[in-house]
């Protein structure tokens, strides 16, 4: 067993009990240096193993892609909510999920979530669906290919998953 099975929690939790008691007193380093190092051996056995960012150029493609976005689709709100109201067709949809990881999962609702106009609501207790509110939806099949193709995919290939 490693003495620090999580180096970077222990720096964080060795810091910030240092800036929370803002002292360097021998006692307070001797006092975060336990925490820092008891803390983790103690918690490490409740982790669960994460995917790696496999693909860090297109994470950052990704990032940049959902900020562009996420700027097109206020536009886009604003203008359907400024115009007439009975133009509005909001509606629900299940999308398919082919990723397998509670990580991806997450960062795809997420994404979904960040952009005006959709909210994801739930995902199915099976993992296989995530159910979506849109403001407007036009074509149900549109929104689940966008989702597939545009966030899906690229979530699977930064992970590996």
Not at 116 to 122: I, K, Q
């Amino acid at each position: 067993m490693k003495l620090l099975p999580m180096p970077f929690h222990s720096l964080l939790l060795f810091s910030v009990w240092l800036l929370m008691n803002n002292s360097i007193s021998p006692g307070h380093i001797v006092l975060a240096a336990f925490f820092a190092i008891s803390i983790p051996l103690l918690v490490n056995s409740m982790r669960d193993e994460q995917p790696k960012i496999r693909k860090p150029w297109l994470a950052l493609r990704y990032f940049l892609m959902v900020l562009k976005d996420i700027l097109v689709a206020n536009i886009q709100v604003a203008a359907l909510v400024l115009g007439p109201i009975k133009r509005l067709q909001p509606g629900f949809v299940a999308i398919p999920l082919d990723l397998n990881s509670d990580v991806g999962i997450t960062v795809l609702a997420s994404t979904v979530s960040l952009t005006p106009g959709t909210v994801s609501v739930e995902v199915s207790e099976d993992k296989r669906w995530l159910y979506v509110h849109a403001l407007h939806l036009d074509n149900e099949q549109d929104l689940i290919d966008e989702v597939k193709q545009r966030y899906e995919q690229p979530i699977k290939e930064i992970l590996g998953c």
